[in-house]
C-alpha cells in the first residue's frame, strides 16, 4: 500500500499523464502478484530439454528461460534436472539410467530418467520435496521423429481410453509414444508428490523440427494435460517465438532453436507471468 500512494503521489505532483499514471499502478499490482506466487511456491523443480539445461541446473544463466523464471518469482529454491537432447517419448531400449549425461538424444535421455534423478535427490535429501514442477519438453520428439517413430503413433484420447493403460507398474520400454509418455511420467510424479502442482509447458517453434510438428506436439501434449486436470502453457502459439521470423533473421534464438538471452528472457518473464495468474492466491 505504500508503494502504490507514493506512485499516485508522485503521478499527481508531477501532473502525469493519466495512462502512465494507470502504467505504474499496473506494474505495481504485477510486482504484488509476483511476489504473493513466489512466496507460495516453495521448492520448484523444473524438467526439460537443451532449453532448459542451457539455464544451469542452478537456473542462473542467462540464455536459459528458468533463470528469468527464477528472478521473476523468486521461490524458495528452484532446481533443474533438464537434459540437452532429452525426449518426452521413451524407445524399446530405454530403461532406468540416473548417471547418463550424453548432451543428445539417446534411449536413456528421456523424461522419465530426469524423473528418476528426482526421486533419488529427494530421497537421499539433496533435493526438496518439490511444491511445483515445470515441464518443458517436446522440441526433440518434434525435431527427431525418425528415431522416435512411434511419436505421434497415439493421441491423447487414445492413451487414456483405459485407465491403467500407462498405470507407472508397466516397463518404461513399452511406453513409446509422446501421449502415452507424458501420461507415464505425470502418474509417476503424481503418485511420488501428490501435493505437488505440475505444469506443462508445450515447446515454443524451432526452425530446425519445423512449426507444424512442434504444434502437433504440443496438441499431444496439451490434451494429455487436460485429461490430466493439469495447467498447461502453450508456449508454441504464445511465448513470441517464431520459426518463420528466425529463419529470416535470428534475434530470440542463436541457431532457429536454443534461446539467445533476450529469447530466454522473454519466454522466462512469460511462463512466470503465466503461472503467478495461473496460481495466484
Same mark, same amino acid.
Given at each position: *500500500?505504500?508503494?502504490?500512494? +507514493?506512485?499516485?503521489?508522485?503521478?499527481?505532483?508531477?501532473? *502525469?499523464?493519466?495512462? *502512465?499514471?494507470?502504467?505504474?499502478?499496473?506494474?505495481?499490482?504485477?510486482? =504484488?502478484?509476483?511476489?504473493?506466487?513466489?512466496? =507460495?511456491?516453495?521448492?520448484?523443480?523444473?524438467?526439460?530439454?537443451?532449453? /532448459?539445461? %542451457?539455464?544451469?541446473?542452478?537456473?542462473?544463466? $542467462?540464455?536459459?528461460?528458468?533463470?528469468?523464471?527464477?528472478?521473476?518469482?523468486? $521461490?524458495? !529454491?528452484? #532446481?533443474?534436472?533438464?537434459?540437452?537432447?532429452? /525426449?518426452?517419448?521413451?524407445?524399446?531400449?530405454?530403461? #532406468?539410467?540416473?548417471?547418463?549425461? %550424453?548432451?543428445?538424444?539417446?534411449?536413456?535421455?528421456?523424461?522419465?530418467?530426469? %524423473?528418476?534423478?528426482?526421486?533419488?535427490?529427494?530421497? !537421499?535429501?539433496?533435493?526438496?520435496? $518439490?511444491?511445483?514442477?515445470?515441464?518443458?519438453?517436446?522440441?526433440?520428439?518434434?525435431?527427431?521423429?525418425?528415431?522416435?517413430?512411434?511419436?505421434?503413433? *497415439?493421441?491423447?484420447?487414445?492413451?487414456?481410453?483405459?485407465?491403467?493403460?500407462? &498405470?507407472?507398474?508397466?516397463?518404461? !520400454?513399452? +511406453?513409446?509414444?509422446?501421449?502415452?509418455?507424458? #501420461?507415464?511420467? &505425470?502418474?509417476?510424479?503424481?503418485?511420488?508428490?501428490? =501435493?505437488?502442482?505440475? +505444469?506443462?509447458?508445450?515447446?515454443?517453434? !524451432?526452425? =530446425?523440427?519445423?512449426?507444424?510438428? +512442434?504444434?502437433?506436439?504440443?496438441?499431444?501434449?496439451?490434451?494429455?494435460?487436460?485429461?490430466?486436470?493439469?495447467?498447461? %502453457?502453450?508456449?508454441?502459439?504464445?511465448?513470441?517465438?517464431?520459426?518463420?521470423?528466425?529463419?529470416?533473421?535470428? @534475434?530470440?534464438?542463436?541457431?532457429?532453436? @536454443?534461446?539467445?538471452?533476450?529469447?530466454?528472457?522473454?519466454?522466462?518473464?512469460?511462463?512466470?507471468?503465466?503461472?503467478?495468474?495461473?496460481?495466484? $492466491?
Amino acid at each position: *500500500m505504500v508503494f502504490r500512494t +507514493i506512485i499516485r503521489n508522485f503521478a499527481d505532483d508531477y501532473e *502525469m499523464a493519466s495512462h *502512465m499514471r494507470t502504467l505504474l499502478i499496473a506494474v505495481f499490482s504485477v510486482f =504484488q502478484l509476483f511476489t504473493a506466487v513466489g512466496q =507460495q511456491l516453495g521448492d520448484v523443480v523444473i524438467l526439460g530439454d537443451s532449453n /532448459t539445461w %542451457i539455464g544451469g541446473d542452478a537456473c542462473d544463466k $542467462p540464455e536459459g528461460w528458468n533463470k528469468w523464471f527464477k528472478e521473476a518469482l523468486q $521461490p524458495k !529454491s528452484c #532446481r533443474s534436472y533438464a537434459r540437452s537432447g532429452a /525426449t518426452w517419448t521413451n524407445t524399446p531400449e530405454t530403461r #532406468r539410467n540416473t548417471r547418463e549425461d %550424453i548432451g543428445v538424444l539417446g534411449n536413456d535421455n528421456v523424461v522419465y530418467n530426469q %524423473i528418476c534423478r528426482l526421486q533419488e535427490a529427494v530421497d !537421499s535429501g539433496v533435493q526438496a520435496t $518439490p511444491q511445483l514442477i515445470l515441464i518443458l519438453a517436446g522440441t526433440n520428439d518434434a525435431w527427431f521423429r525418425k528415431a522416435r517413430p512411434q511419436v505421434f503413433a *497415439m493421441s491423447a484420447e487414445e492413451a487414456f481410453a483405459k485407465r491403467c493403460c500407462c &498405470c507407472a507398474k508397466r516397463p518404461v !520400454s513399452e +511406453i513409446v509414444t509422446l501421449a502415452a509418455s507424458v #501420461r507415464y511420467g &505425470c502418474e509417476l510424479l503424481q503418485a511420488q508428490y501428490p =501435493q505437488a502442482q505440475i +505444469i506443462l509447458l508445450t515447446p515454443f517453434e !524451432s526452425v =530446425q523440427a519445423g512449426a507444424e510438428p +512442434i504444434a502437433k506436439a504440443g496438441d499431444i501434449i496439451a490434451a494429455c494435460g487436460q485429461k490430466m486436470g493439469l495447467h498447461v %502453457i502453450r508456449l508454441d502459439q504464445q511465448s513470441g517465438i517464431r520459426a518463420k521470423q528466425e529463419q529470416a533473421r535470428k @534475434h530470440l534464438t542463436t541457431d532457429g532453436t @536454443h534461446t539467445s538471452v533476450a529469447g530466454a528472457r522473454k519466454v522466462g518473464q512469460y511462463v512466470a507471468q503465466q503461472v503467478a495468474a495461473l496460481l495466484q $492466491p
